[in-house]
T-cell receptor
């Protein structure tokens, strides 16, 4: 099955800096979603971008999608210590199973 | 409050002792799913259900069973747990169709000795 792959696996930045995470996937998608997971806890939905959209914003989050390159990026601006978490992209193929396929995640550490 | 609940949150058991992890959602979602999360492997889907009495295998269904007798509940059953099922388990639900986010439960950390 298709799978999103995040890059980098881990990222450490200073508070106030921007954090960029990338996701690549293999087959066509209906939408791509980003989730955050605080250590050992449930995933929380951050933002969804449809296949016909190129960029989307939500607060300090900016997501881009390039379907020709099968890639997406998540930018967190002016990071805060509370942004420390793992971030996952998930692809929704729109096929009959409604399955979301998750990547392995990027572990972000924001140092105060 | 809209939520997905799981019980228990933590469980230590022994090989072969049947167990059930419950999952319940209060959002009237048609779609429910179970995932396991392991270091270096990310989230992998175990089973999913698109409605009452409709269940199907995900990517890693071996050793697990599920049932969907009511819309709100989707229990995960391990008939004979083994140590390789030690993992962090998540239940999730979503509205079917369209472009919809998935809501996750808080997780169940299972250790099989």
């Amino acid at each position: 099955s298709q799978q999103g792959e995040e890059d980098p696996q881990a990222l450490s930045i200073q508070e106030g800096e921007n954090a960029t995470m990338n996701c690549s996937y293999k087959t066509s998608i209906n939408n791509l979603q980003w989730y955050r997971q605080n250590s050992g806890r449930g995933l929380v939905h951050l933002i969804l971008i449809r296949s016909n959209e190129r960029e989307k914003h939500s607060g300090r989050l900016r997501v881009t999608l390039d379907t020709s390159k099968k890639s997406s990026s998540l930018l967190i601006t002016a990071s805060r210590a509370a942004d420390t978490a793992s971030y996952f992209c998930a692809t929704d193929s729109g096929a009959g199973s409604y399955q979301l396929t998750f990547g392995k995640g990027t572990k972000l550490s924001v140092i105060p | 409050e809209a939520q997905v609940t799981q019980n228990p949150r933590y469980l230590i058991t022994v090989t072969g002792k049947k167990l059930t992890v419950t999952c319940s959602q209060n959002m009237n979602h048609e779609y429910m799913s179970w995932y396991r999360q392991d270091p270096g492997l990310g989230l992998r889907q175990i089973y999913y259900s698109m409605n009452v009495e409709v269940t199907d295998k995900g990517d890693v269904p071996e050793g697990y069973k599920v049932s969907r007798k009511e819309k709100r509940n989707f229990p995960l059953i391990l008939e004979s747990p083994s140590p390789n099922q030690t993992s962090l388990y998540f239940c999730a639900s979503r509205v079917l169709g369209g472009n919809n986010e998935q809501f996750f439960g808080p997780g169940t950390r299972l250790t099989v000795l």
